[in-house]
Structure formats: structure tokens, C-alpha cells
């Protein structure tokens, strides 16, 4: 079985430009999430689809940051304009869909790392 | 306050002995979940074991358990024999019932020595 896909692996930007990530979760997960690790933290909860609806966006910052999830299946990831302190991993994550219930796991892609110059 | 605490940013052990990981987690759920992830250099987070508050039994893979005291809120990850491919951060994390988001700790950084 595919694990989740995320490109491009690396991306080095100039602050103030734009960048954008892509995500493929595993075939048949309903729920996608993507995360922000910056160096030496845990993963951080950016947003949270289910199927192609949002649940959870409100660690988003919503001036810069867009996400959106076309036909339920792959989503990207923007920054505009970027900043120096967007430098980081971002994760992207998928589960079945099975809401409230507390053992479902999320399965990670091997995650795009960010530089912002 | 934070809801996984993992107290040990770093630790070196020798290779072939049991290593422990700790994590405490704090959760006025009755039902929740516990999870230990680890993260290799390659920056991939790999779903290691998991604990239901319900379950009765600690919950084992492999070398990989979990040694869950309730009443402590307590979830320690236990490699035994461990293995130089396990060097890698290693994150605790919890998600309750009522919450489909999962909170990670800072995570710790296992060196196995050769």
C-alpha cells in the first residue's frame, strides 16, 4: 500500500515570495491534516479536512496561509507572502474517517522542508 | 499547560540495552489515545505503538512497548535491545475522543551508541 506523498521534498525561498506544497494522503483516507514542525518542536496542527470540508483551522494563520482540498482527495498548501519564521517541516497526514474516535492513526508523508531567506 | 510533557530532550545508550522514553500527558477525557511516533533524520514520522485509556493491557510491537500507568498519566515507550537504526527523535502524543487533533510533545532525542 502507497504511503502519503508530499513534494517537493525541499524549497528555498526569499521572504515575501510565495511557495506551495502538494499532498497525496493513502487511498481511502478521508482525513487529511497538515502540520508545521519547526526545528526542534512537535508537529504543530495547521488545518484539518474532512473529505474536502474543513474541521480544524484554527492554528492557520489565515493572512498568509491558504490550504484547500479539491475532490477529497490530494491538497496544497500555500504560503503568501512567506516570512523568515515559516522555516520549517511541513507535514502532511491522513486517517480514515472515523471521527471521535481516539485510536484512529495518522500515517505522515516524509514532508517538505522550508528554508526562508 | 501542556498536554504531553516529555521531560527528556535527549539520551545516549548503549547499543543492546532497554531504553526508556518518557511521556506524561494531562486529559480530563475518560476516553483518549496515546501514541508514540518516531521521526529518523529523513524527517518521516513513523507510527510506532498505540494505548486506548481503555485498554487493560500495555500494548506491545515488537521491541516497542508501552508501559501506561492511568492513575499516573503516564505512558513511557520501551525499546528493548536496542539497535543503532534507532536513533531517530522520538514524540509522544495524545488525542482525545471528543478532539480529532492530535497534540505531539517536544519529543526526545535517542543516540544509540555502538
Known amino acids: 500500500e502507497a504511503g502519503v506523498a508530499q513534494s517537493p521534498r525541499y524549497k528555498i525561498i526569499e521572504k515575501r515570495q510565495s511557495v506551495a506544497f502538494w499532498c497525496n494522503p493513502i487511498?481511502?483516507?478521508?482525513?487529511l491534516y497538515w502540520y508545521q514542525q519547526i526545528l526542534g518542536q512537535g508537529p504543530k496542527l495547521l488545518i484539518q479536512f474532512q473529505n474536502n470540508g474543513v474541521v480544524d483551522d484554527s492554528q492557520l494563520p489565515k493572512d498568509r496561509f491558504s490550504a484547500e482540498r479539491l475532490k477529497g482527495v490530494d491538497s496544497t498548501l500555500k504560503i503568501q507572502p512567506a516570512k523568515l519564521e515559516d522555516s520549517a517541516v511541513y507535514l502532511c497526514?491522513?486517517?480514515?474517517?472515523?471521527?471521535?474516535?481516539?485510536?484512529?492513526?495518522?500515517?505522515f508523508g516524509p514532508g517538505t522542508r522550508l528554508l526562508v531567506l | 499547560a501542556q498536554k504531553i510533557t516529555q521531560t527528556q530532550p535527549g539520551m545516549f545508550v548503549q547499543e543492546k540495552e532497554a531504553v526508556t522514553l518518557d511521556c506524561t500527558y494531562d486529559?480530563?477525557?475518560?476516553?483518549?489515545?496515546l501514541f508514540w511516533y518516531k521521526q529518523p533524520s529523513s524527517g518521516e514520522m513513523i507510527f510506532l505503538i498505540y494505548q486506548g485509556s481503555y485498554d487493560e493491557q500495555n500494548a506491545t510491537e515488537g521491541r516497542y512497548s508501552l508501559n501506561f500507568q492511568k492513575a499516573r498519566k503516564s505512558a513511557n515507550l520501551v525499546i528493548s535491545a536496542s539497535q543503532l537504526g534507532d536513533s531517530a527523535m522520538y514524540f509522544c502524543a495524545m488525542r482525545e475522543a471528543r478532539d480529532d487533533k492530535i497534540i505531539f510533545g517536544k519529543g526526545t532525542r535517542l543516540h544509540i551508541l555502538p
Open positions: 487511498s481511502g483516507h478521508a482525513t
Open positions: 497526514a491522513s486517517s480514515l474517517d472515523q471521527q471521535g474516535v481516539a485510536q484512529e492513526t495518522q500515517y
Open positions: 486529559t480530563s477525557d475518560q476516553s483518549y489515545g
